[in-house]
């Protein structure tokens, strides 16, 4: 059967880190509070010129050159992101034509912070379907043009950037001692759309608005909903927290990081854990983490790799990938 891949990795963070420090003089908080509360300790902030497609580009350049191959090796290119560089068309596209890619086809998915997991989940199947052989899929955010810079319970917890790999279609034996996507399980329940949205839009308000989060609700059901999609790829491949290698969740938040490793029985030293350095980049976050990972030499080949997260809407997902 037909796996996809990973042939590369690659990731971009624009050039301004705001400490938890720099907010005390902006909104009543403390780097205190904000690290006891959520882990972070700083966050990247895009500069004017440093925008959704940049930071995409940047990381893809990063991806394919750390696989060895160019823009003209790839057939698709699929955008994680909540924060286009227009309304239309696609920045997906931008970056298509960033890359000088003038062949194959490219989109953005919307899945907020599931974005990522969505995107590798829909690069797998087209990969399966034979509709691409190499797909560059990007997860790539400038979510501090959403923030509401006076609202200390959002401004603190959002950063930039982008995360990038390329999946590539390979002959496997279809067990999962294969390498490649082995699994994906993915949510979604609109009944919480109050819990964390941005209030506007072209087709309600005509502007581009902020980001509106209750924290509470979204921390009460984030642990559930990621234990769900996780042991139902537990249930599909076999595999257990005693077999997993890594873990590399959403970067929202310590706390549910912890709580849903412990919740599934993941020992905490497999948790791959960046939310101190980058804050909660949306659908970057799990790129960015993966990045890390690997660049430092902890995720090696043939690892069992367990990505996850959980977004606006509620969306949720989990991905189970052997390196």
């Known amino acids: 059967m037909i796996r996809s891949v990973v042939r590369g990795i690659g990731s971009a963070l624009p050039r301004r880190i705001m400490k938890n420090a720099d907010f005390e003089g902006m909104v ?3 780097d205190e509070w904000i690290a ?13 010129d440093e925008t959704t497609a940049s ?5 893809a350049r990063a991806a394919l050159d750390n696989a060895g191959l160019t823009p003209d090796d790839i057939d698709l290119i699929v955008l994680a992101t909540s924060t286009p560089n227009n309304t239309f068309p696609a920045t997906a596209v931008e970056i298509q034509n960033r890359l000088g890619m003038r062949h194959g086809f490219a989109f953005d998915m919307q899945a907020v912070c599931s974005g990522f997991v969505y995107a590798v989940t829909t690069a797998d199947l087209y990969i399966k379907g034979g509709l691409a052989r190499r797909v560059l899929v990007i997860g790539s955010e400038t979510f501090s043009r959403i923030l ?20 590539e279609a390979e002959e496997s034996a279809g067990t999962i001692a294969d390498r490649g996507v082995l699994a994906a399980s993915l949510r979604s329940d609109g009944t919480h759309k109050d819990k964390l949205y941005v209030d506007g839009g072209p087709s309600t308000t005509g502007t581009v608005g902020h980001l509106k989060m209750e924290g509470r609700e979204v921390f009460k059901h984030a642990v559930g909903m990621i234990t769900d999609v996780i042991e ?21 938040n310590k706390r549910i990081i912890d709580a849903s490793a412990k919740k599934l029985g993941i020992a905490e030293e497999k948790a791959v854990v960046t939310v101190h350095l980058h804050g909660n980049t949306s659908a970057a976050s799990v790129p960015l983490a993966l990045s890390a990972a690997v660049a430092d030499g902890r995720i090696k080949k043939g690892d ?9 809407g509620f969306t ?4 189970l990938v052997r390196w």
């Open 304 to 312: 069992l790799v367990m990505l996850e997260a959980m977004g606006g």
């Open 232 to 252: 139902d790829v537990f249930a599909q491949t076999g595999v257990s927290a005693d077999t997993l290698d890594w873990f590399v969740p959403h970067q929202a």
């Open 36 to 48: 006891q509360r959520t882990g972070i300790r700083q966050r990247h902030i895009a500069a004017d």
């Open 28 to 30: 009543e908080t403390s």
């Open 316 to 319: 949720w997902g989990a991905v």
């Open 148 to 167: 509401d810079w006076t609202d200390r319970s959002t401004c603190v917890l959002f950063g930039d950037g982008a995360g990038a790999l390329v999946l």
């Open 55 to 59: 930071l995409g580009e940047a990381a």
